[in-house]
């Protein structure tokens, strides 16, 4: 029973973190396209700094990812 | 039993990932037809940055994918 | 008993995926009407974003369908 | 106890799937009726993209119940 | 036991799928009636519109239905 | 243990059927009250409307109670 | 054991279905009082629509109790 | 067993029901204070409504709480 | 094991109906306040209806306090 | 077991309950300080008046805490 | 196995308790802030009106961490 | 199976009251920062009523962490 | 099994302590540029303040890495 | 099956930390960009101190992963 559980933990710990990573990038990125609207000139600044809060909240995924490999090929 | 819970897992690991990943893209999609709305002339970076948003979104839900494939391809 | 775990991770992998889809073309299309009526010369480009969106959306939806179909007759 | 199993599984397929679609599809018609009431000359463009997205949640939903009934009648 | 959870799956299907698709019914009634009354010269057209999203909501609901009625007497 | 888990289902079926419906009614009500304060002259329309609204959403309410009646005098 | 889970089933059938009964009407005389303030001459016609989106929210609370009430004295 | 089944139905019955019946009737009378504060000349028919909303309120938590006394004084 | 669950039914029963009426309490005085606050004419008839809603709010916490006691003092 | 389920049930009755009851006296003030803020010479009135809510959501808490403390001391 | 569910209910008992407490005093300083930046005349009653429901938050909280103590000290 | 409960218990009691008490903390600080920037004069009194809050939110994430630690060095 | 459960127990503890308090952060520094950007002369206190904020809410989330930590090393 | 816990807890541990942790990056970075476009001049300012927030809450979610990889190589 071991193995299956192992199985359950990869799958759990990368559901919730991809899912809520992917949400927090559709909020982040949907404010940033609205700041952008009221204040064009602020575009560059804004989409720099998007891509690196977006490749923040993609680790984040990743960590769990990670975690769900190493249960996957390491752990088994 | 361990056959039935990796097969769990790899439905549990892409049920939420991807069901959360749509709803971030419908989130952030809307709010850039919003900023386009109001600041016409940004629409052609907002539309390439959409473009680039969603990508990473998708790849949260792809990454919860690899899990489940593997899961049921070379985990069982 | 692992048939029927297996069965029970087909629906559950459909179940939120497909409906967190719906609710995020829910959404998305929602903003687009609002924003159509508000700018409506942007209308056609809106229109060809919202299909980009609904079908990346749909597309995480797919991914729980494959996940479900896998399921029911590769891994069965 | 398969038998049980496979049959809470096509309940389970269907029930939030069937659900957050209609949820889905009243957030969406709502906002399209807000928008043609805002911008009436854009009514006849909102409908038809209305009737687009309405299919494509409608889809999840199909999809969820095409799992179901695979659940019913092939896999069982 | 089969046929206890048989039954079980029968009213998990409909329950969340009828309740939501009821608040989805609800919501988009309710803005339709919010738009009339702001421009009371697209009643007629919202009117026909708001028929065609409560029959696609309802129709979810009856998708459930009908799982649930295959459940209780075919699958039984 | 079948027949409990058959009153169980009953139970189910029809408690978050009947209390979503209650509550997406409420809802739609309270918009329906809202919508004929601002615009008097459209009382009669929407409120013929929102009896429409309100059988269509205690019609999922019935569906629930349909499968709910079958599990306790057909099914038992 | 039935016994025990028929009661069971008797009490989570009211309970969800009378609480969100209760808060739809909440909800609703809450706009209605909110309409009427507004639109005082409007009180009459919305003070009968409110008993009828009261008594047909009532009924959705009543259906759970019949459901309840036949658990207990009928299915027993 | 059947015995501690039965309490924790009158338990559950009673705990949701009586709790949300609470929150609506917090909701309903907290607006209704709005809505006197707003056109205090409405305030005697908005009191006497508010009467009315909070006794069918009420009801629903009585409706479960009789369900809960069935439980424990007849179906015992 | 009944003497347990009994137990754990007297805790069920007032944990939810005591917490969500405290929380109603608290969005009902809440509302009153503000509306003292927008109207200090209107104080005496709103504090004196805020007492009743209070009470109301109350009854349902009794209510539940009551099964509690029964489960804990007769039914045991 | 039944002395550990005894236990849960007294932890259980009193968290949720507290907790509750504590945002409740959160929002409860709150609203208070902003209806100062804003009418101050109904400063008095609104004192003493949170003084009574905070002791009637405080009545709540304490429900709990007696059914809490029957549990510990009297029904062990 | 006693032993351990009481450590669960001790566990139990503070986690909501004290974590719903502490978020409802963050909600009531928030606001206490704010109204005192709109009305700094009104500081010191709405500073020590803060104590006070500071006071009794805390106190909500309080009465779980005596049931906790009392379940690991006095109960065990 | 004790000592896994005891386990179980301290992390149970540590989580939700330290990441509410977190929650609380934001919420707190961030409405002082709002109210900070809307009056500067305000700023020293707010500043040391913000210390205050986060020290009772603390004190009820401590309470937690007091509960955690007697589990695992007192009670074990 | 205790190994498994005292695994758990630390999994537990931090995951929920450390995710809220991440939010909270999110939700503390958000306002805080809010602020800074309405008020800029102002950014000198409240940016001392946010780290002042931070510290106290990685407080939480470092009380729970302890506990997660001492059932790891300490306890198991 | 203690073996099956562990990795249970593994996946426990970052799935709600890092996925909460993304959603705080989200809301941070979202309000971030926000303040930017209303205020140009504080770009600076907000940016170094977004990179200072988003640390932190990337600290929470890496709390979680050394946990998690603790409980995977040290613990196992």
Avoid at 43 to 54: D, E, G, H, P, V
Wanted: without cysteine.
């Amino acid at each position: 029973m071991d193995r299956g559980l192992i199985a359950l933990a990869a799958g759990l710990a990368i559901t919730f973190a991809a899912g809520l990573a992917g949400l927090g990038i559709g909020l982040s990125s949907g404010k940033a396209f609205d700041s952008m609207a009221r204040q064009p000139e602020m575009a560059n600044k804004i989409q720099s700094l998007l891509f690196i809060a977006i490749i923040f909240i993609e680790a984040t995924a990743i960590y769990a990812l990670v975690v769900s490999l190493i249960l996957l090929f390491v752990f088994k």
